[in-house]
């Protein structure tokens, strides 16, 4: 079974480079560690071995994941978008009914997701109550703190 993730072209190119980074950087850097800690005798006592194949098996399993995400990986193409309607990719600006406040926010994958720069994934709970939405609509949306109406303002690129 696949799970396509669909990113942004920088999005993508970031997840690769991280993952360059694990495996060329981290790997031997753990491998070193390994070494190290076996050469000091009795594996069965000794703590730094044991903290550091730990450690490797964490980074194996982070590696496989982001091999995984990478195989399945989509890149979305904005200049295909339409904003007739919200989709991943897309700037929405809503106003939240709740507060009287207005946001921006741009939808995109769960791994690309970041509140600090406004964006949302599509799985969250606003982000798929979003999803589908036209200029206009008003939405109500359960979050943990409750219900939440949104009205769709904008969409754009």
């Known amino acids: 079974?696949?799970?396509v993730q669909y990113f942004t072209r920088e999005g993508l190119e970031a997840l690769k480079a991280e993952l360059s980074n694990l495996k060329h950087v981290?790997?031997?850097?753990?491998?070193?560690?390994?070494?190290?800690?076996?050469?000091?005798?009795?594996?069965?006592?000794n703590a730094e071995y044991d903290a550091?194949?730990?450690a490797q098996g964490h980074l194996e399993d982070k590696?496989?994941?982001?091999?995984?995400?990478?195989?399945?990986?989509?890149v979305i193409d904005s200049s295909q978008l339409n904003t007739n309607k919200v989709s991943i990719l897309c700037k929405v600006k809503v106003k939240n009914h709740n507060v009287g406040k207005e946001a921006v926010y741009q939808l995109v994958?769960?791994?690309e997701a970041n509140l600090k720069e406004n964006k949302i994934s599509v799985k969250s709970a606003i982000g798929s109550g979003l999803l589908g939405k036209a200029?206009?609509?008003?939405v109500?949306?359960?979050?943990?703190?409750?219900?939440?109406?949104?009205?769709?303002?904008?969409?754009?690129?």
């Not at 979050?143 to 969409?155: K, M, N, Q, S, T």
């Open 109 to 111: 994958s769960e791994t």
């Open 63 to 74: 590696i496989a994941q982001m091999d995984h995400l990478i195989a399945n990986a989509r």
């Open 140 to 157: 109500e949306i359960q979050v943990p703190a409750g219900i939440v109406r949104l009205e769709v303002l904008d969409i754009s690129i």
């Open 26 to 45: 981290e790997r031997p850097r753990i491998i070193q560690a390994i070494a190290e800690a076996r050469d000091k005798g009795d594996l069965s006592e």
């Open 52 to 54: 550091a194949k730990e």
């Open 1 to 3: 079974m696949s799970d």
């Open 135 to 138: 200029k206009g609509d008003i």
